[in-house]
C-alpha cells in the first residue's frame, strides 16, 4: 500500500513539474537584466517605442508583422508576455502557421478578417471576425488570419503568453528549408515539377 501511495505521488509530483515547464521559466528576480548592460536601468529600460512608427503611417502593400518579442523588447525575459501588431492590406493573408510556445489572443482593431485553426483531431474551427472582437488560437495549433476585402486594409494586435511564443509558418517550413523534393512529392501526393513550382512560387522576389 505504501509503495502504490508513493507512486502515485511520484505520478502527481511529474504531472506538477511538466506543468510548471510547460511556459517560459520563472525568474526569481522582479526582472532580467541583459548582461550586456552593466549601468544601472530607469524607465527607458521598460519602455517599447518600436510601435511609434505605425502612428500616422499608410497601409502597407504586403501582409506585415510588427513585434515586441523579447528580441526586440528585452525587458520581456522572464515577463511571460509579448505582442504582435498585424497589418493586412486589402485581400491579403498571414499563411498557416504556428506557434510552438504559446497561444495567441489576436484583437481585430480594423476591418473583417477571416480566421481558423486545425486542432489535433484534423478539425478546423473558423470564424469571420468584425472589428472589436477577439479570438484565441491554441498553443502549438496550425491557424491563420486573412482579409478576404479587396478594397480595405485590417489591422490587429496580438498577445502572447511567452516572450518568445516563436512562429514556425508552414509553407515556409515545408518547402523552403532543403527538404528532398522526392519526399516532399511522395508526402503530398505529387510530383517532382509541382514541388519545385510551389518552392520557385515562395522564393524571396528579386
Known amino acids: 500500500m505504501a509503495s502504490k501511495t508513493f507512486t502515485l505521488l511520484l505520478i502527481a509530483l511529474f504531472s506538477v513539474l511538466q506543468i510548471a515547464v510547460a511556459g517560459d521559466p520563472d525568474i526569481i528576480t522582479d526582472f532580467v537584466i541583459p548582461s550586456n548592460i552593466t549601468t544601472p536601468v530607469d524607465g527607458n529600460f521598460f519602455t517599447f517605442t518600436g510601435m511609434r512608427v505605425l502612428a500616422g503611417a499608410p497601409p502597407p502593400s504586403t501582409f506585415a508583422v510588427l513585434k515586441a518579442s523579447v528580441t526586440q523588447f528585452p525587458a ?66 496550425i491557424h491563420y488570419q486573412y482579409n478576404a476585402d479587396e478594397q480595405n486594409p485590417a489591422l490587429a494586435i496580438s498577445a502572447f503568453g511567452s516572450a518568445n511564443a516563436g512562429t514556425v509558418s508552414v509553407p515556409t517550413t515545408v518547402f523552403s528549408t532543403g527538404i528532398d523534393d522526392d519526399i516532399l512529392a511522395k508526402a503530398f501526393k505529387t510530383d517532382v515539377a509541382t514541388v519545385e513550382a510551389i518552392k520557385a512560387g515562395l522564393a524571396p522576389k528579386a
Open 76 to 141: 520581456l525575459d522572464g515577463q511571460s508576455v509579448s505582442y504582435a501588431v498585424l497589418e493586412f492590406p486589402a485581400d491579403t493573408v498571414n499563411p498557416p502557421h504556428t506557434h510552438p510556445r504559446s497561444a495567441e489572443l489576436l484583437f481585430l482593431t480594423q476591418g473583417v478578417l477571416q480566421v481558423g485553426f486545425v486542432d489535433t483531431t484534423n478539425k478546423l474551427y473558423t470564424q469571420t471576425l468584425q472589428a472589436g472582437d477577439m479570438f484565441i488560437f491554441p498553443k502549438g495549433l
